[in-house]
Every structure is written in structure tokens, then in C-alpha cells.
């Protein structure tokens, strides 16, 4: 304790790195009833003979005259009195530790109810408030100069929001931000080339052509709004998306993304999926509304960069631990992105990104499709017949198809 005090107080005062070389063994093995000397004889041996810390300390103590032999036995005896004390009371105690997984920054959410799964919560945004939204994210400073190739995007986006149809993915995907920030809610997205996002549909933050300089219109919603922060991670997917976790159960209040550049790039964080994500609630008590963006789809890239391992997740969902949607429509992005905030509890939720449908002309929603409705878990035909010989379900992509 004291060394890593000193350490850091180093650091902080003198901004110099440093490092602590820490020498140490492991006296039990892998634990108190392990055998090391099965495999380390040798080693062992001269470690039972080797005197403890305390016993190292007690005499450089009684060496420099600091405590007497006698003081030295009295600490020892009084520490091993309270471990006594401690050991007894342990024993007696028999009620289990409490956990609660809603103090501090949880205050006012809850675990999910079987009920709670039926229940269609609102995630639905007025209009007049998204078209507002959609007026600041295309509207950009005067002295702003945008890639040439990205001015035509902006001026989509506009008019996709001021003819109230057309409304493609990546505006989709910015207006459930924007209206989430403008309520408050911090939104934070993550990954490898996410500002732009990897298929170039988000472009959220905006470079000057001439000058360098970023432009972030979803910051400039207007006043009291929350941040939106995106980052161009690092690829180490492990270290990322564990920091992301993290981040997610530390403020259930900011919507937190994680974005692969290709879904199957998930695999780089395996342990992380398996040991906290999809168990999270189960085995840590700790809720986490992390949201896992993961590109999917056959579209000419290879079969390396194609698949977000469906099925894999599929294979982990058990007892509503985790969400794992296959999206078709903006609008089921916009409402799916609102509910992760909205509800009054987390759960991941895992989306198999679409590639092709970034641009598809006809996965397009209307603005009626943002201000009323909500998440569907199906989507029905809406030119079904009225007697039909056969169902077929499928996802976005051969829907369209």
C-alpha cells in the first residue's frame, strides 16, 4: 500500500511513468489446500523454510530498536484475537450478503418481471420535436466546409425529415440519438471507425475539408441537452468492450454502444460476452442495458468479415438474459436504441447490423413510423391474404428480397 501510494503520488506531481518491481511467492499453491510441491519440490522447500513477511518485518523492527520482543508478541496476539472474534461471528452468521444491484446511480430501476415482457413500453417521439432534431443535425456552422462527397448526405437527411418519409438507417439511427440526448441521456458509442461508422451511413462528427476542425451536430440540439460521445476505439476488442460493460453498469442512464467493424470481430472479445454480458444479471447482480452493434450479412466482403455468429448468441439467450434482434426498418432501430433507456430495466441487447439495408431503397420508414408505434418483435405482411396457405418468416434482408 504504501509503495503504490508513493508510486502515484510521483506520478501526479512529477507526470513521469514509473514502475513497481514487486518480488513475491505464492506460500499455499493455487490455494490453502492445493499440494505446489507435487510440481515445485524444490521450490517448496525452500519456501517452508523461508520466514514469513510478518517474521521479516518483526525483525527488522526488534534489529533497529523500534519494538521490543515482547511489544511484537503483544500485536501478534491482539490481531489474532479479532481474526478469532471475526471467524466466530462468521460462523454464526448464517443469513446470506445482501446484494443491492440499485443504490447510487440505480436508484429508481428495477430487475424485470415476467409481466414486463408483454407490456409495449413508449418510445415514440413527438413531431415536432423530431423534426426540430432533424433540422439541427443537418443544419452546420457558416464557416463550416464539409467533405464535398458528404454535402449531398446532409441534404438528404434534411429532406428525408422535411417530407416525412424516406427516412433511411443512418437518420434513423441519429434521431433516436438526438432525441435521446435532448431528454437528457447520455449517448456513447464505441468501436473502430465509428464516427463515420464502418459502411459510412452515421457520419455523426464532421470534419472541415479545409481545415481539420470536428463538427458534432448532435451536440448542438440546444441547451441542457446530455452529450454524445463517439469514439474511434482502438482494435482490441476484449480491452473495448469490457471498458463498455463497465461503463454500462456504472451509468444505467447513458445509452453505451459497442460497435464491431465486422460482426464477427466479437470474437476478439469472447470472454467478455461469455463472463459478464450474457450472465450479467445471474451471476454478478449487476444489470447492464450495453448495446452490441455487429454488422452482418453476406455482401461481398468474405466470409471472415460476413457473420455475427447468430446463431451463438441465440445458443446463450436463456431466462430473458439477453436480446438479440435481426432489425428490418430505421424506425425499429429508433424505437429499439429509445427502449434500451426508456424501460425501467436493463438487459443487453445485441443487433445483427445490417450492411446492404444501409442504403436499400425500400427499407425506408415514414415519420409516422417514429411518432406513433413502438419496438415489434414481428413485423406482420401487410399484404397478406386473407387465406394463406403459407408462413414464411424471415429477416430484413430476404424480406426485401
Sequence with gaps: HYVTSLATQFRQKYHRDVVIDLICYRKYGHNEGDEPSFTQPLMYKQIKDHPSPREVYAKKLLDGAVLSAAEIEALQAEMNEKLTAAHAIAKTNTNAPVVSAFEGAWKGLRRATEDDYQITVKTSVDEKTLRDIGKKITTLPADFHPHPKLVRLVEQRAQQVDAGEGIDWGTGEALAFGSLVAQGAHVRVSGQDS?????????????????????????NIGKGQAEYLVINSALSEAAVLGFEYGHSIADPTSLTIWEAQFGDFANGAQVIIDQFIVSSESKWQRMSGLVMLLPHGYEGQGPEHSSARLERFLQ????????????????????????????????????????????????????????TGAFQEVIDDPTSPKKPRKILFCTGKIYYE
Excluded: W
Design 316 to 371: 446463450m439467450c436463456a431466462r430473458q438474459n439477453l436480446q438479440v434482434c435481426n432489425l428490418s426498418t430505421p424506425a425499429q432501430i429508433f424505437h429499439a436504441l429509445r427502449r434500451q433507456i426508456v424501460r425501467e430495466y436493463r438487459k443487453p441487447l445485441v443487433v445483427m447490423s445490417p450492411k446492404s439495408l444501409l442504403r436499400h431503397p425500400m427499407a425506408v420508414s415514414k415519420m409516422a413510423d417514429f411518432t
Design 195 to 219: 464516427e463515420r461508422g464502418t459502411f459510412s451511413h452515421r457520419h455523426s462528427v464532421l470534419y472541415d475539408f479545409e481545415t481539420a476542425k470536428s463538427y458534432t451536430p448532435l451536440n
